[in-house]
């Protein structure tokens, strides 16, 4: 089973993690493997230069990019767009940030679960955190329990999980039209279509989090983005309004809050 890895670089990123995170992928236990690399605007050099090697050295390594920077969900529909034209015989995409690590053995571990569970769409993982937390993260297990509380909780890690690419094949794709928030909304999109939901307890990622991070996960704009999102869900499903709506308003509080008290929520709560 092929399978196609995508992520994102844009000018933020620095050459030590990106060039962690890619041979994090080129040293998987499963072979079968093609990285798709977007480069999202005008980078640092020093990244360019790795991009540049990693590309002339290894046949599964395709790089493209974007005039200027577009955002990370244009990024993502791009390398769909180009996976699902060029190769047909890719059958799972699996997300993966450019300063995240992924354990040697996810991949093999991802395409046997999804091999012997032909019913679940979207698979993740658990992760362990580095940098400024070190907890670990695991999120609920099967697709009735992830629904239940995708307005508590966001249902996947983003960077851990691989799709069937029939998910993208129906016509499915990151949305444009938000905020910092393209994980969230299109989880909820997709739960809205019904795709079949899965996470395993396996820790299989080792996820970067510092300032920067939770620096992405607040402000105004993001908060009101994530509000609209979750509100268009609740209103769609009708479920448990009041307890949902105590979730969604919790949610958007923390989002506006100073990054000091975040980072102590973080570390409190989660």
């Not at 962690?20 to 499963?30: D, E, F, P």
């Not at 989880?187 to 079949?196: G, M, Q, V």
């Amino acid at each position: 089973m092929m399978v196609a890895i995508i992520l994102s670089v844009y000018k933020k990123d620095n050459v030590l993690p990106v060039y962690l995170a890619v041979q994090s992928l080129l040293h998987q236990t499963y072979r079968e493997i093609s990285i798709f690399i977007r480069i999202d605007g005008e980078v640092n050099q020093k990244v360019e230069s790795l991009l540049s090697y990693f590309q002339r050295n290894n046949s599964n390594i395709y790089i493209s990019r974007n005039d200027s920077n577009r955002g990370l969900s244009y990024s993502l529909n791009k390398l769909i767009d180009i996976i699902l034209v060029q190769d047909y015989a890719i059958k799972y995409i699996a997300r993966m940030d450019s300063d995240d690590i992924c354990h040697l053995d996810r991949i093999k571990q991802q395409v046997e679960f999804l091999n012997k569970n032909k019913n679940v769409d979207v698979l993740g993982t658990a992760c362990k955190e580095f940098g400024i937390f070190n907890k670990v993260i695991t999120k609920d297990k099967n697709d009735a329990s992830i629904k239940k509380n995708i307005l508590k909780m966001s249902p996947f890690i983003h960077p851990s999980v691989m799709f069937r690419a029939k998910v993208f094949f129906d016509g499915n794709r990151y949305p444009l039209d938000t905020v910092l928030s393209e994980d969230l909304s299109f989880w909820l999109t997709l739960s809205l279509k019904n795709y079949c939901f899965h996470n395993l307890t396996n820790i299989l990622l080792f996820y970067r989090i510092n300032d920067s991070t939770l620096v992405r996960r607040t402000g105004l704009k993001k908060s009101f983005s994530e509000l609209k999102i979750r509100c268009d869900y609740l209103r769609k499903t009708k479920k448990n309004v009041p307890l949902n709506l105590l979730f969604i308003l919790g949610h958007f509080g923390i989002r506006i809050m100073p990054i000091s008290i975040v980072r102590l929520i973080y570390r409190l709560m989660r």
